[in-house]
């Protein structure tokens, strides 16, 4: 398959939640990134500038948002973040401090946690 030339740009991932500025936080903890200077605690939408230049994550309020309830159908994720790390036994506990609970240790090349919002994301040993 042949891409096209477009003068579409990815600008960033949105993640409904119902409090934006702290999911931004605790995104921005594990990531090491910053939210936009502009973006405000009471902002209903805050961005974490991704410092590599590359796409950021932003996080809309939706206050009637319902978390997933992974791994049930019931709420079905919409979508996840998957994030490499080199060693998932040291970034294990430092996610769980950050706000993060564990959802499947099963697997041995990564592991599922919902964020402080209930969204999945994975550490992924690559």
Known sequence: MTAAKTSI???CVAI??????????????LLGWQPHEDDKPDDD?????????????AFQRDPEFLPPTWPSPER?????????VPDIEAEH???????ARLLDDKPTSFRVYADPA????????C
């Open 9 to 11: 740009k990815w600008g």
């Open 16 to 29: 409904d939640c119902p409090r934006p500025w702290e999911l931004a936080r605790f995104y921005g903890e």
């Open 45 to 57: 939408w805050v961005t974490l500038v991704n410092p590599g230049s590359g796409a950021d994550i």
């Open 76 to 84: 079905a994720q919409m979508l996840h973040l998957d994030f490499e």
């Open 93 to 99: 506990e430092r996610v769980l401090a950050l706000g």
């Open 118 to 125: 209930g969204h999945p994301f994975c550490l992924c040993a």
